[in-house]
């Protein structure tokens, strides 16, 4: 399986900005769609983007206009570029893609 490494997480004002970071231990997502999914306390794990290899991408309609998506094959790596954060963005972050396992996730809190 496919190692995923989330990183970039934080505590952030609302209306800030974080890049989330997620590296695979090996070359997949020039082959395979690349997903980010998220789960807040209490709930399930809902999915907010995903890409596919030829680059279209597709946005949860909550954050539609605010994230965006990206990778960089070169780097084995999946980006997601969250702006103007809100406080229901606060959950744990994971990323994903077929053939992979889950990763540890990492924190966003958005909070004044």
């Known amino acids: 399986q496919v190692q995923l490494v989330e990183s970039g997480g934080g505590l952030v004002q609302p209306g800030g900005s974080l890049r989330l970071s997620c590296a695979a231990s090996r070359s997949i997502f020039s082959i395979r769609v690349a997903e980010w999914y998220r789960q807040a306390p209490g709930k399930e794990r809902d999915l907010v983007a995903r890409?596919?290899?030829?680059?279209?991408?597709n946005y949860a309609e909550s954050v539609k206009g605010r994230f965006t998506i990206s990778t960089d094959t070169t780097k084995n790596t999946v980006y997601l570029q969250m702006n103007s954060l809100k406080p229901e963005d606060t959950a744990v972050y994971y990323c994903?893609?077929?053939?992979?396992?889950w990763g540890q996730g990492t924190q966003v809190t958005v909070s004044s």
């Open positions: 994903y893609c077929l053939g992979s396992s």
């Open positions: 890409i596919a290899p030829g680059g279209i991408a």
